[in-house]
């Protein structure tokens, strides 16, 4: 940590340094928040931490990647599932508060054009997180969301078909690729769901967002296995 701060020219503000050196990164539920009023909820796809473990998740390795594209006076502590990045305020009136920036919205000369306010401290972003429930999501939506294995199982233990196409002509294990939720994928695969169009879903989102490789990776691995 410290040689991470001394490659920052800050230390990091003592709430987050704190959660670093308890849980090193994390991945809270529940883990949605708001935006702003007018731009409604996210979800908060993980906290990244100082460790060799999954390449998406490292804090240097995010530093390194948004450098110059976040505000200086900004540190990317998270993501959500769109790419768009949790930052937390290095200096002077921003120490410590917590910014939602939008990669959308990405301004070359207008950094902070892309930012929003979410909060005034770590702690005060970590104690908001809630469980949001959007009123037109069906049960297996929500299943599949949470990574719910024994509602699940319930359901195929019920008579539930896992390779029934929703609205839009995705499976469950098709959804689980698209969302990246590996616990459910492979939990469905175990139970005989078919890949399906799986692949092309984790590859087409690859080529957009980074931590997309490693369900590519995950579903090449159980069609060999197969």
Known sequence: MEKFESLLGNKLPQEFRDHLLKYNGGDPSPGDFDISCEEGPTTLNGIYGLHDGPYHNSLLRTYHTYKGRIPRQLLAIGGDNFGNQICIGLTK???????FWDHEKESKFFKFSATTLVADSFGQFIKGLYEYID???SNIDRIIRLEDVKGMSK???GGFDIDTADEN???PIELCAIHRKHTMLKYL??????????????EENAKYFEEHVETVNL???LERGS
């Open 93 to 99: 009136k921003y120490t410590g508060r917590i910014y």
């Open 135 to 137: 009123p037109d999501e």
């Open 155 to 157: 359901l195929i233990d």
């Open 169 to 171: 002509q995705s499976t």
């Open 189 to 202: 695969f175990s139970k005989g769901a078919k890949l399906g169009s799986s692949l092309e879903y984790a």
């Open 219 to 221: 579903i090449k691995e």
